[in-house]
């Protein structure tokens, strides 16, 4: 079974700065797919950036992009220009890319954070 | 652009009542997903359907049972009711073929009491 980690309940950080929120997984599976998923005070669920496991280029979506160390089993969420928008809680996420758990997700325990102005 | 519509967007229930919640996907989603996400956790899996089938099966309690019709929205049926029972239920549509990431609803967010 995969597990994913966020070892970093709250972060905060300025506004206009950089922050970055660390998760580990651990698969024994080659083909799969991470996620970062935003849930504001709203509790709405925000996909923010996605990865494959098979691209070594690190996805980028605006201000937020990751650092994917596959050998590692490391992927990290890099929020630039952070704004008071970005206040959250945000959760890592990892999907099987094939057999019966295809599609399902397994969510790290999340990591809060707060943008001051 | 349609997205993942949830009925209701609250509930509450007492001890040993009976709940349906109901989930709408985005048009032309054939696989919808069910979550659990109780007060401080993370979304917990709990089952899966895709083509009106159950394609997976998480930590979803005996008491609750699911289904998918002919127009592909689902029904999360919830009895015995208990108090930690007691969280959001989201539920996700993913179209065909499609690994970016699906979309979530809004959540019911039940209470029992």
């Known amino acids: 079974a995969q597990t994913v980690t966020q070892s970093q309940p709250e972060m905060s950080v300025q506004e206009a700065e950089t922050v970055t929120l660390s998760c580990t997984y651990d698969t024994s599976e080659n083909n799969y797919y991470l996620f970062w998923y935003k849930q504001p005070p709203s509790r709405q669920m925000i996909l923010v950036i996605r990865?494959?496991?098979?691209?070594?280029q690190n996805a980028t979506e605006n201000r937020f992009s990751v650092n994917f160390q596959k050998a590692a089993k490391s992927f990290s969420l890099k929020i630039s220009d952070s704004q008071l928008g970005d206040t959250a809680m945000y959760f890592c996420?990892?999907?099987?890319?094939?057999?019966?758990?295809?599609?399902?997700?397994?969510f790290g325990q999340g990591t809060i954070l707060t943008v001051h102005p | 652009a349609a997205g993942v519509i949830q009925s209701p967007r609250h509930l509450i229930k007492e001890k040993r009542e009976t709940a349906t919640l109901k989930c709408y996907p985005i048009p032309r989603h054939d696989t919808v997903y069910w979550y659990q996400q109780g007060p401080g956790q993370d979304p917990q899996f709990l089952i899966s359907?895709?083509?009106?089938?159950?394609?997976d099966k998480g930590s979803i309690p005996d008491r609750f049972s699911a289904q998918q019709f002919s127009d592909y929205h689902s029904e999360l049926n919830m009895s015995s009711l208990e108090l930690g029972d007691s969280a959001l239920y989201f539920c996700?549509?993913?179209?065909?073929?499609?690994?970016?990431?699906?979309?979530f609803g809004s959540g019911t967010r039940l209470t029992v009491v």
């Open positions: 996700a549509s993913r179209g065909q073929g499609v690994n970016y990431g699906y979309t």
């Open positions: 359907f895709y083509e009106k089938m159950q394609s």
């Open positions: 996420a990892f999907m099987s890319g094939g057999g019966t758990s295809y599609g399902k997700l397994t």
């Open positions: 990865q494959e496991a098979y691209k070594q």
